[in-house]
């Protein structure tokens, strides 16, 4: 079984990149605000969980490629 090493920093902001992509998704499908101003919050949100997936993706990648026996780090 692989193993993944992530400090508690970096848990958190996968953890917040997936919790922003959800809420914007979330926001497209919903009626409660006006039509304009959901799209352009969900789209916002969207964007932000896209962008700050990249450097989640390097540290996953960089946690497993060390090999180590701690599921998780603090």
Known sequence: M?????NLPTFGLAVATRAAIGVGIGLLVAD???PERRRRIA???LA????T??????????GTSE????ALAA
């Open 43 to 45: 789209f916002a949100l």
């Open 53 to 62: 997936t990249v450097p989640v993706v390097r540290a996953v990648i960089r």
């Open 2 to 6: 692989k193993r993944l090493v992530l």
């Open 32 to 34: 409660r605000l006006p």
């Open 48 to 51: 932000i969980g896209a962008a």
């Open 67 to 70: 090999g180590q026996n701690v």
